[in-house]
């Protein structure tokens, strides 16, 4: 999420460095904040991105409805939420499937 936009959605810039090293820190901050299915294709810039699972665990942990984060639509956060409704701290959780992805890719 680019730093203008997480300060547009309400997030201390302060507590995400992070946002400095996205793959959407040059795009405009407007074009994560699409409507419906236009967020499938505004989500791609999230792909390569190497603070994907940080900028993730923030929108999850913040119950951030608004805009793409972490590679994920807002219906498709929401979703995730509905069926994880325990997890109070997104991170630990991200990065163990981070690790299991990666071991089953090798
Ligand atoms: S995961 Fe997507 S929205 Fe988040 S910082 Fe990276 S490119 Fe931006």
């Known amino acids: 999420m680019a730093m203008s936009a997480t300060v547009s959605a309400g997030v ?3 507590a995400m460095a992070w946002a400095e090293r996205g793959a959407c ?3 405009d901050p407007d074009s994560l904040f699409v409507p419906g299915a236009a967020q499938h294709r505004a989500k791609r810039v999230c792909a390569a ?12 942990d913040n119950r951030l409805e608004f805009g793409i984060w972490g ?4 219906r498709e956060r929401r979703s995730l939420l509905r069926r994880r409704p325990d997890v109070v701290s997104w991170r630990p959780l991200l990065d ?10 090798r």
């Open 49 to 60: 991105c190497p603070v994907r699972v940080d900028c993730l665990a923030e929108a999850l």
């Open 71 to 74: 590679g994920m639509t807002e």
């Open 12 to 14: 201390s810039s302060g």
């Open 25 to 27: 820190r040059n795009v």
């Open 96 to 105: 163990a499937m981070t690790v299991r992805s990666a071991a089953t890719a």
